[in-house]
C-alpha cells in the first residue's frame, strides 16, 4: 500500500500567519488568470489537431495483436528511422 | 495477458494530451509524434504494471516524459543543435499554426529552462495538481510549485503581460468581486 504523504503536516504549520499560507487564499491575481487562459488555450490548440494517422494505425495494430494473443511483436513500431 | 478495451479506450483518450504535452517539451509535431507512438508501445507492452483505477493519464505522462529525457541522453549532439535554433523552429512551427498566439507562447516556452516548462504545462496547461506533477517528474510537491512559480513570472515578463488588458472576471457584475478574497 502507498502511504499518503500529508503535506499539512510538516513542522511549522503552528505558528506562520496560517490564513496567508492557505492554499486558494491567494489574492486575485489577474496576470495569473491571464497567463493561465493563454496556456490552456496554447494546449487546447495542439490538443485538437487531429491524431496522426500512424498513431491509430498503431493503436489498430496493438489492438489486433492483443486480440490474437500475440503480445507486442516487434515490427509494431514499423516507422522507426 | 489480453489488455482490456478499457485501456485501449483510455489510451486513446490521452493522446490528445499527450501530443499537446509532446510537442510542449519538444517544440517539434514530428518529434512529439514519435514520443506519443513510442509511449503507446511502451504502455501497451508494460499494461500489466498500471494499476486499475489509479490515474492512468498521470501514469501515460510519466512514460512519455521518461522517454522524452531518454531520448535527450541518447541523441546528445542533436539537443544541444536544437537548443541553439530552438526559438527560430518554434516561431516557424507557430506561423504554421497561424495564431499570433500561438507563436508567442511556443516561443516564450522555449525560453524557460525545461524543469520549469515541464512544471508549468502539467499544472497551468495539463490540468495535473501539484502533487501528480511533483509524481510525474519524481520531485517533491515544493519543487513542483516553486518551478510552476519561477515559469510563472518568466512568461509574464516575456509575454509582457499587463494587469490593464487582463480580462475582466466573469463573474464580477459589480466589478468588486475579484477583491472578495481579500
Known amino acids: 500500500m502507498a502511504e499518503i504523504h500529508d503535506n499539512g503536516r510538516k513542522s511549522g504549520k503552528n505558528s506562520k500567519t496560517k490564513a496567508a499560507k ?44 492483443s486480440a490474437t494473443g500475440d503480445g507486442l511483436a516487434d515490427g509494431a513500431d514499423g516507422e522507426e528511422r | 495477458m489480453n489488455t482490456s478495451p478499457e485501456f485501449a479506450a483510455q489510451l486513446i483518450a490521452a493522446i490528445p494530451g499527450l501530443r499537446a504535452f509532446g510537442v510542449s517539451l519538444t517544440a517539434k509535431a514530428d518529434r512529439a509524434d514519435d514520443l506519443v507512438q513510442e509511449t503507446m508501445l511502451k504502455a501497451w507492452k508494460h499494461h500489466d504494471s498500471f494499476e486499475p483505477g489509479t490515474n492512468m493519464k498521470a501514469w501515460l505522462y510519466t512514460i512519455l516524459r521518461n522517454e522524452f529525457y531518454s531520448q535527450i541522453r541518447k541523441r546528445k549532439r542533436e539537443v544541444e543543435d536544437a537548443d541553439g535554433v530552438y526559438a527560430s523552429r518554434v516561431a516557424v512551427q507557430g506561423a504554421q499554426l497561424g495564431h499570433l498566439d500561438m507563436a508567442d507562447m511556443r516561443t516564450a516556452l522555449a525560453q524557460l529552462p525545461e524543469d520549469q516548462r515541464e512544471a508549468i504545462i502539467l499544472v497551468g496547461a495539463s490540468g495535473f495538481t501539484y502533487e501528480e506533477a511533483a509524481d510525474i517528474c519524481r520531485v517533491a510537491v515544493g519543487t513542483i510549485k516553486s518551478r510552476v512559480s519561477r515559469a510563472r513570472m518568466r512568461l509574464t515578463e516575456i509575454l509582457a503581460l499587463n494587469p490593464a488588458e487582463a480580462p475582466r472576471p466573469e463573474k464580477g457584475e459589480d466589478g468588486s468581486s475579484a477583491r472578495t478574497a481579500a
Not at chain 1, 24 to 31: K, M, V
Not at chain 1, 42 to 54: F, L, V
Open chain 1, 22 to 65: 492557505m492554499p486558494g487564499f491567494q489574492p486575485h491575481n489577474p496576470i495569473h488568470d491571464m497567463l493561465g487562459q493563454k496556456l490552456k488555450a496554447y494546449y487546447a490548440e495542439i490538443a485538437s489537431e487531429p491524431i496522426p494517422d500512424r498513431l491509430t494505425a498503431l493503436l489498430a495494430k496493438l489492438e489486433a495483436q
